[in-house]
């Protein structure tokens, strides 16, 4: 090729910058929670592929027609498994992930699994979209719904809804059956998997995180402020902080810190129920009064020093990183960021994030999925499956969670001895943190609910980036509202 | 002579005709081909036939509507979150920012490249050791060396600390388009000085020394001498060099990536694109036919410049 | 009379003395009609002289200030890459910029070794790189002997046709190529992922360029006298005209090494399994924790670790690089 190869063109990375990095979320739309028709999946005819037999929306639980269900023993399965994924050539998640491979291993010796680092998901996306229209898509592979949905596009991932159902690999034969065979998974990891434009589960929750409030626990009990559980409070607490002159440096403090831009607007319009994308078109649907009065609302707020996002702060600091350094006294960030809240200095506290109605709080779900490829042999395709579900087992899964500070998948893992003997020796220091969110996002999040996830369309992944511009190019003065809102919405209609 | 070598000559050339057919040509049929169709998708494939739309939609004259479908025209209209949207981020940007690279970079670079070699080649001592010293950013990873200036032209990096002016950001968040487009040209002019001081360098070895002896009984100004002698003489290497790096500059795009690590300074800003950063985008979003549109105009215009400078050299330059 | 022939018949030490002696004439002759002025002045010879000595030497010291400044510029960068490698991250990211570390930190090169293959990928590199050299070298030579030496119908605007293919971004043709090897089967097996590194980069405009340029100075009257005595073009090719165009031939190898050693995208898009990739690959896709927080302590001492081999290469071989790359540019 020509002399401007050799000059390191970079990154693939760079393939997807318009694409968002974590998953999407917005109004959730059919919550099958638990709900899994379990249709034999011997004689497909009939009962699977009876989509329309019901008048309400078609079940993408519903075994497909073409599934063949698995007989023999899963033993006899002869097959190499490529698994690409994003847990990077080093360090904690990229250890576990070889450990759970060579695990699977043992336990199947006729099934080899390869574990490829793919970079972050931006590349892993691209690697991916390329693969596709050239045939070498591995057996399965870390994705987010809005990569799946184009995937989806192409027709190249495999409905796994038969193979949860299948009695003998799926999840009918092992974990628990009575409410149904997907019942030990939190429910709220579910829905955006069947998010999609078409009928079907095209992927399955593999580690998953969420948000939460770290707040200067040491400081609040020191002044005995409440901890603020709605957005009213939370902007009253601000404006008393800012006025308490008794607290050093405070001109230089901002009170309330949110690190990602787009879920601050994403999840305030999952709480006030205002329209933010569609499935159908038209798509884009951000663009109202009610947001744009709340971008606003929030500009005044950060003129009064009360409140910034990681958007808006110089050199895009992390908020967790200002929270350590004790120029913001409240932040909310992803639950897989926790140890990055942590520091000697003070107690860390954790909350939920501000809710316009605490009783039922929503917020957001993230984190990669996996997905299997059609193009795989059927071998490969039970294989791959098999693996995911012993990398999500509830040992495993609990394992995973208590080294990175992610969320199990799975109920269960919470009543494993990996999980209690790691919750009892989480005494001190960053574990002791780890640990509280465990708990709190158990009982303030799972068990109310709280999760939701946004469509996953062709243009899902540019309308969350355009979400984070505007409040951040709002915020940092660059545009004013009518020209944030009216660019975002041009930049989401190009990409169709 | 003539008509029995040409076969033999094809012979020669099969190797290199053979791996440019698989290996650019067809691509660049492919891509031809691509600009022209409607709402192709390259996973799977497949188009919906011939179009224009795909140069207007770049060059902001198509636009689209809630509804997925392409609209001639010109001009935002959007209000309320309905209206037909036109892709400005070319216009407005892209084309913008590549010119000013084109025409600021270049031209301030070669000049320093000359001053530079001209330098070198009139001093007595430590010549080979500057001559490596200059050399050295050309063999290095323009992605590496990017982030390194990244982290030079940071908010509260080492050169506002001098400058006594910490947190200004240049590239980071909220910087203006003139700030960071003033980094980004020191960046490329900084990366472009080796390779033209090399080849100013060694022609000026090939220079005769009579004209310099000539000029000095003639007692001319050392300025007289740049400008009257070594200039002109040199004018066949300035001439290449003009050449290749208006080419470069036209296809700028390392240097935004190791720079500023994305297209804008701020999230969701497209403020430092150019057209090449542009066209890779559109392959990340599916939207290959924008790019492979946009790389025909490229194309185009980059032949049109080159050819304008060959017809210029003629009268410019000496053999 | 044929006897006198035979005997007079130059020997290849000679042929190659008399191509260096002609080109050297040519470079004499080659020059404008000049005419020669002679000026009177009013001063007198030692006033002259004092008067050049002090001017030269303040110009020679402006020079060397100017030099001098230019030569810092362009190596603070490259000081301030080894200074961040031995850094640690809150000291990166400090407000007081240090000029040198407060604690020389060599844990960073540590980690990059512990975690970082690079024996592996250090012989990925080399092998794409030098087996894509010798190829590029054998199609260049090939080619640009054919468009310096030999007359053929279309051979300007072929030659034409092939400049303006630098002209074209090359991200336009990455996707097409990746299917293209895929439908090969090139992707999946060992042989095959090296295959598809190497032979894409057979060709390279510039190089066949700069080559032909060198051919080009070699003097037509050597081929003609070759083809007297009835030497096959193929033989005049490689005994004559390459050794004559050594240093070039040596620069363009090394020049094509460091790009194989440069090159990401490619070898990034087609080398799936970690035991295939090249060296840059390694490095980019590590160091980077999994919320995007790069570590720049790290990435910057991976960084060193890769420029440093280029660097030596540079500095034993500058002689061919500089000379090899300079002659682009003489006779347009």
């Given amino acids: ?146 990569h799946v949905a184009s995937y989806l596009d192409a027709g190249a991932v495999e409905n796994l809804a038969g193979y949860i159902a299948d009695p003998t690999i799926g999840f009918g034969s092992s974990d628990l059956t009575e409410a149904g065979p997907l019942s030990d998974f939190i429910q709220s990891y579910l829905p955006e998997n069947t998010n999609y434009a078409q009928t079907g589960v095209f992927s399955m929750p593999c580690t998953k995180s969420t948000e939460a409030m770290f707040y200067n626990k040491d400081l609040f009990d020191q002044k005995g402020w409440d901890v603020p559980t709605t957005w009213d409070e939370m902007w009253n607490l601000c404006a008393q902080i800012k006025s308490d002159t008794t607290i050093a440096n405070i001109d230089n403090v901002i009170p309330f810190g949110y690190d990602s831009d787009d879920n601050l607007f994403i999840t305030y319009d999952q709480q006030t129920n205002t329209p933010y994308t569609s499935l159908t078109t038209p798509h884009y649907l951000f663009d109202n009064a009610t947001n744009r009065a709340f971008v606003q609302h929030l500009k005044d707020m950060h003129d009064a020093g009360y409140f910034l996002t990681k958007g808006s702060s110089a050199g895009s600091t992390f908020t967790s990183t200002q929270f350590a350094a004790q120029t913001l006294f409240m932040t909310v960030g992803s639950t897989g960021g926790t140890t990055y809240n942590y520091t000697d200095s003070f107690t860390t506290g954790v909350a939920a994030i501000p809710q316009i109605d605490s009783n039922s709080p929503s917020v957001i779900s993230q984190g990669p999925s996996v997905c299997i490829f059609k193009r795989a042999s059927q071998a490969e395709r039970q294989a791959a499956w098999l693996f995911y579900k012993f990398f999500t087992n509830a040992q495993n899964t609990a394992n995973w969670a208590s080294l990175t500070g992610y969320n199990p998948v799975r109920t269960s893992a919470y009543s494993t001895s990996i999980w209690t003997d790691w919750e009892s020796n989480a005494t001190s220091g960053e574990d002791l943190l780890l640990k509280r969110v465990a708990d709190f996002t158990q009982t303030e999040y799972a068990e109310k609910n709280a999760y939701f996830t946004s469509p996953a369309f062709k243009g899902s992944s540019t309308a969350r980036a355009e979400a984070a511009g505007i409040v951040s190019s709002v915020l940092l003065g660059a545009k004013d509202i009518d020209t944030a809102f009216t660019d975002a919405t041009a930049a989401c209609l190009l990409v169709g | 002579m003539i008509k029995k070598n040409n076969w033999k000559a094809w012979i020669y050339l099969s190797p290199v005709i053979i791996l440019m057919a698989v290996f650019i040509f067809y691509p660049l049929f492919s891509t031809i081909g691509i600009a022209f169709l409607k709402d192709y ?21 198509v636009g689209k509507d809630a509804e997925g479908n392409s609209i001639w025209g010109f001009g935002q ?75 030079l032209f940071d908010y509260q990096g080492i050169i506002n600390f001098v400058l006594n002016d910490m947190g200004h950001p240049w590239i980071d968040q909220g910087a203006s388009q003139t700030r960071a487009m003033f980094a980004l040209c020191v960046y490329i002019i900084w990366q472009a000085l080796p390779f033209k001081i090399l ?35 040199l004018s066949p ?40 950063y542009y066209i890779y985008d559109t392959i990340g979003n599916n939207q290959v036919q924008y790019g492979a549109a946009a790389a025909v105009l490229l194309f185009i215009v980059i032949l049109l410049f080159t050819a304008a400078q060959f017809w210029i050299s003629k009268k410019r330059v000496y053999y | 009379m044929a006897d006198t022939e035979k005997n007079i018949k130059p020997s290849r030490q000679e042929l190659r003395y008399e191509a260096h002696r002609q080109s050297q004439e040519y470079d004499k002759i080659n020059t404008h009609g000049m005419v020669l002025v002679l000026r009177e002045g009013t001063q007198n010879v030692e006033t002259m002289k004092k008067a050049q000595k002090t001017g030269r030497f303040v ?90 030496r030999l007359e053929f119908k279309g051979r300007n605007a072929f030659f034409v046709l092939l400049l303006s293919t630098m002209m074209i971004p090359g991200e336009m043709m990455v996707i097409t190529n990746y299917i293209t090897v895929a439908s090969f089967g090139w992707l999946g097996n060992a042989v095959g992922v090296f295959t598809a590194m190497i032979v894409p980069f057979w060709i390279s405009v510039f190089y066949i360029y700069l080559l032909r340029q060198n051919f080009k100075q070699i003097p037509n009257e050597l081929y003609l006298a070759a083809k007297v005595d009835g030497k096959s073009d193929w033989s005049y090719l490689w005994k004559v005209m390459v050794p004559l165009s050594e240093p070039t031939i040596i620069s363009i ?40 927080d790069p570590q720049y302590g790290q990435q910057m001492a991976a960084t060193v670790l890769v420029t440093v081999p280029l660097l030596l290469l540079f500095i034993f071989f500058r002689k061919y690089i500089m000379k090899g790359v300079g002659r682009a540019g003489i006779k347009g």
């Fill in chain 1, 1 to 146: 090729m020509i002399n401007s190869m050799r000059r390191s063109i970079p990154s693939v990375a760079l393939f997807a910058l318009a694409a968002a990095i974590l998953g999407g979320c917005g109004t959730p739309t059919q919550s099958s929670s638990s709900v899994i028709s379990s249709s034999p999946s011997s004689s497909a005819t009939e009962s699977s592929s009876s989509v329309s037999s019901s008048s309400v929306a078609p079940d993408p639980y519903a075994v497909p027609t073409d599934y063949q269900a698995f007989t023999g023993d899963e033993q006899d399965i002869h097959a190499t498994v490529t698994f690409w994924d994003t847990f990077g050539a080093s360090g904690t998640t990229a250890t576990t992930a070889t450990q759970y491979a060579n695990a699977f291993m043992a336990l199947y010796p006729n099934i080899t699994v390869n574990l490829v680092a793919k970079g972050g998901y931006p590349d892993i996306y691209s690697a991916i979209s390329t693969a596709i229209p050239s045939g070498t898509t591995p057996t399965m592979a870390i994705c987010y719904p809005d």
């Fill in chain 2, 237 to 276: 290497q300035i001439l290449y060099v003009l050449i290749t790096s208006f080419i470069g500059a036209f296809k700028e795009y390392t240097s935004v990536v190791g720079l500023i690590g994305g297209p804008g300074t701020s999230p969701g800003s497209k403020n430092m694109y150019t057209v090449v």
């Fill in chain 2, 41 to 61: 998708n390259y996973l799977t494939q497949t188009s919906k036939g011939f179009t224009w739309e795909n140069f207007g939609m770049v060059l902001g004259l």
């Fill in chain 3, 253 to 292: 190898f090394i020049l094509k090494l460091m790009g194989a050693w440069n090159s990401y995208i490619w070898p990034n898009l087609v080398a799936d399994k970690p035991e295939w990739r090249l060296i840059t690959n390694g490095l980019r896709s590590s160091f980077t924790l999994s919320n995007g």
């Fill in chain 3, 59 to 148: 110009s020679l010291f402006l020079i060397y200030l100017f030099l001098g400044f230019m030569a810092l510029i362009i190596l603070f960068p490259f000081y301030w890459m080894i200074i961040t490698s031995l850094k640690s991250s809150t000291e990166i990211r400090a407000n007081q910029q240090t000029l040198w570390p407060n604690a020389v930190l060599w844990g960073n090169y540590i980690t990059v070794f512990r975690y970082f293959d690079f024996v592996t990928y250090l012989r990925n590199t080399l092998i794409v790189g030098i087996i894509s050299t010798i190829g590029t070298l054998i199609t260049t030579i090939l080619a640009a002997f054919a468009f310096a």
């Fill in chain 2, 77 to 151: 209209s959007i209000v309320n979150g309905v209206g037909v949207s036109y892709n400005t981020y070319v216009i407005r940007y892209a084309i913008p920012n590549t010119l000013i690279i084109v025409f600021v970079t270049v031209p301030i670079s070669t000049v320093i490249a000359l001053l530079i070699s001209v330098g070198l080649n009139s001093i007595p001592w430590l010549k080979k050791s500057l001559q490596v010293i200059f050399f050295v950013p050309y063999v290095t990873n323009a992605i590496a060396v990017g982030m390194v200036f990244a982290v």
């Fill in chain 2, 199 to 233: 080849i100013f360098l060694s022609g000026l070895a090939g220079i005769d020394k009579q004209y310099y002896d000539a000029a000095k009984i003639d007692a001319a100004s050392r300025w007289n001498t740049l400008t009257k002698i070594t200039v002109p003489l």
